[in-house]
């Protein structure tokens, strides 16, 4: 998803954008994407989320609301763009580009400031996912401990098993259980945003100015609940199509990303982006500091 994001900015850069396939291009960035998010419910276990407990899901919550906070408070003293700020937030604390691609449309972002936010999440997740397999034989956590810690703070569902693995296949198992109790908050964060903005257009008299209900954000509630409840039941789907469907989130993902790629001019977002890419740095930084305390001492 990285390289057909950064690959496909550099193709713009250098060729311009291919007017011919503007299409393909939109449909990619716009219906292909929602797919994928649609598809993304199906790795949310919402049983095992409710069967270890609120305890999981309010330290989900509390790790939304710190990356947000964090994010758009340090994005305000640098004078950073506030618009990109608050997707790069929503990103750290919920799912990464997922997360940014659900709340796009709903915020009304420009194409290219969901393709950089996105691109930017992934260079900066990658980049903690590596530091913490690094520094994992450094740290005095025990496995569940390390793998909490990973699912609690790092931004994509896939960088949680990348650092995760470092402390063997307890870490993954508790990093991906605390990590999707963070990406089950997308549907009410989303819905929460949505009420924002339409008191905003209202405060404002935005004559036309609509929020457009998210339904794929329904579809991926429908999934999850379908992923969570199905099995054992008539309605299980054979493990073969289970696991291509399970699959086929990064695929689209990946095709999504080379649509908003095209859509990126550089020139115009040079001076723009690196103010918002340190407030989420920061804010990444101090989210897992504040996490690494929490889970060292408390959990």
Known sequence: MALA??????????LGYPERLRAGIQFASKHLLRLAIVLCGLRLNISL?????????????VTVILAVGLTLGIA???????PLSLLLGIGTGICGAAAIAAVSPIVKARDEDTAVSAGLIALIGTAAAIGYTVLQPLLPLTAGQYGVWSGLTLHEIAHVPLAAAAAGQDAVNA?????????????????????IMKRRNKGNNASGATIAFPWFLLGF????????????????L???????LLNAPSFLLAMAMVGLGLNVDLRALKDKALRPLAAMTAATVLLSAATYLLVHYVY
């Open 5 to 14: 994001l950064t690959g496909t900015i550099i193709v713009r850069q250098f």
């Open 175 to 195: 990093g991906l259980l605390a990590k999707l109790s963070r990406v089950l908050l997308l549907v009410p964060v989303s819905f929460i945003l949505m009420l």
């Open 49 to 61: 989320l409710l069967h270890q407990g609120p305890a999981l899901l309010l330290q989900g919550a």
């Open 221 to 236: 509630a429908a999934m999850s609940l379908f992923g969570s409840l199905s099995p054992g039941t008539p309605l299980e």
């Open 238 to 244: 054979p493990a073969h199509v289970t696991d291509q």
């Open 76 to 82: 305000r003293l640098l004078k950073a763009d506030a």
